[in-house]
């Protein structure tokens, strides 16, 4: 199985970062975690690219096609101005015409420093990937301390067994 993972936040010194970082280290066998950079590059979403033979514009092209290969998604991202931050609302909408993400199951969670942190953000992410009838995992804030990595952990096995209930994987 193949999870990408998407970080909402695009500084360097990132705590959402450094929790996919955990997360794909410790990933259980037969699960490999990727670590997708390219959110940074995309344009602003305009339908107007992609009506006039603009695209393809290489930076879609590639976050359309690291979707398709993907069997599901971990998302974590900072709350900013109590949304989910632009430029991850508009990696999402670059796909919600394409449906590249149509259904998948998304882990999502955003590294805080207290569990009433970054609520919101996760909220307004969730109503987007409504767009596209995303299955969610998980959900709850992963707070900065002792019990991080096995909650990290914990979001990564609620991202396989919602992936492994979907009716297309058998189940
Ligand atoms: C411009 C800006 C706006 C922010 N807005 C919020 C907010 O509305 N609610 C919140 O809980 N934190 C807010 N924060 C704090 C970030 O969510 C916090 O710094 C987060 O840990 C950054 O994630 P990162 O370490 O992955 O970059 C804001 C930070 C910045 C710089």
């Known amino acids: 199985m193949r999870i990408l993972a998407v970080c909402g936040s695009l500084q ?4 959402n970062l450094t929790l996919l970082q955990v ?5 259980p066998a037969g699960v490999d975690i990727i670590i997708f950079d390219g959110v940074r590059d995309l344009p602003h979403f305009n339908p107007d690219l992609e009506a006039s033979g603009v695209l393809p514009l290489p930076s879609v092209i590639e976050w359309r096609r690291v979707l398709v ?14 949304s989910l931050p632009g430029a991850l609302k508009n990696a999402i909408d670059w796909v919600i015409g394409s449906g590249e993400l149509e259904g998948k199951v998304v882990g999502i969670t955003a590294a805080v420093p207290s569990p009433t942190r970054g609520l919101r953000g996760l909220g307004a992410l969730r109503d987007t990937l409504g767009a596209v009838r995303a299955t969610i995992a998980g959900g709850d804030p992963i707070v900065k301390g002792p019990s991080f990595d096995s909650d990290v952990a914990r979001l990564v096995g609620a991202i396989v067994s919602a992936h492994a209930a979907m009716p297309a994987n058998g189940s």
């Not at 997360?23 to 990933?27: C, D, F, L």
């Not at 290969?69 to 109590?82: F, K, N, T, V």
């Open 12 to 15: 360097r010194q990132s705590g």
């Open 23 to 27: 997360a794909a280290a410790s990933a």
């Open 69 to 82: 290969e993907s069997d599901a998604l971990l998302i974590a991202s900072p709350e900013y101005g109590h």
